[in-house]
């Protein structure tokens, strides 16, 4: 019973390519994020939603796009991938108040 | 930026007490401190968090000092199961609140 699931957990794909990466939790929660974790081992916030809204964005390129369509679900879409794109990217959830679980992640190589 | 600042690294002996410190001098009054670990390339892991009181669960304790602007997560018998990336982060929760996550701590057990 995984608490924060991610499909694919990785995902190859060339260049110019769009993809998706889809997160769901069954904890309740109702706030939801996404993070990037690239080779150096950063670990950079790029999107919160509440209850369907968007809360946080982070500076993230507008090739990013994130789609909440209900609280139990946050799925990031990438148009137009390029290589600095690779990384591990982690999806989480919260209460609005209280710790978070993190997914197991994707991880995402752009040729 | 993260609020919070760690060593690099540290050593530990199997069975020994880890003793990682964390500074947070700019914390504010509605912030909580949490601690997270990240084992290989996994999605962090919730261990403990507090405000002000020490607090002790069945990972790990959490020894905040009395101005808050440091604390120390003690992982009382380390394994060698416990070599990771540890995390502490300060964040509020209240508002728009985000987890900002440092470069962490990486502890090594030693056998």
């Known amino acids: 019973d995984t608490a924060v699931s991610q499909t694919p957990k990785y995902l190859v794909t060339q260049m110019g390519n769009d993809k998706s990466i889809k997160c769901e939790q069954n904890?309740?929660?109702?706030?939801m994020y996404w993070y990037k974790q690239d080779s150096k081992k950063f670990l950079k916030i790029m999107f919160s939603y509440n209850n369907k809204e968007l809360i946080i964005n982070e500076t993230v390129p507008n090739r990013f796009s994130p789609k909440s369509p209900d609280k139990a679900h946050l799925n990031l879409h990438i148009n137009s991938l390029e290589l600095g794109d690779s990384a591990v990217y982690f999806c989480a959830s919260s209460l609005l108040t209280g710790g978070i679980d993190f997914g197991p992640g994707t991880r995402l190589t752009v040729t | 930026d993260a609020k919070t600042t760690q060593p690099t690294s540290m050593d530990c002996a199997e069975g020994r007490a880890a003793n990682l410190p964390c500074n947070h001098s700019t914390i504010s009054g509605n912030e909580y401190v949490y601690w997270y670990r990240q084992i290989h390339s996994q999605g962090p892991q919730y261990i403990i968090h507090?405000?002000?009181n020490n607090e002790t669960n069945e990972m790990a304790s959490l020894i905040i000092t009395e101005d808050r602007k440091s604390s120390t997560l003690i992982l009382p018998h380390a394994t060698l199961r416990d070599t990771a990336v540890y995390y502490c982060?300060?964040?509020?929760?209240?508002?728009?609140?985000?987890?900002?996550f440092g470069t962490g701590t990486r502890l090594k057990v030693l056998a």
């Open positions: 904890l309740g929660h109702d706030t």
């Open positions: 982060i300060v964040t509020s929760t209240s508002g728009t609140y985000k987890y900002i």
């Open positions: 507090g405000l002000k």
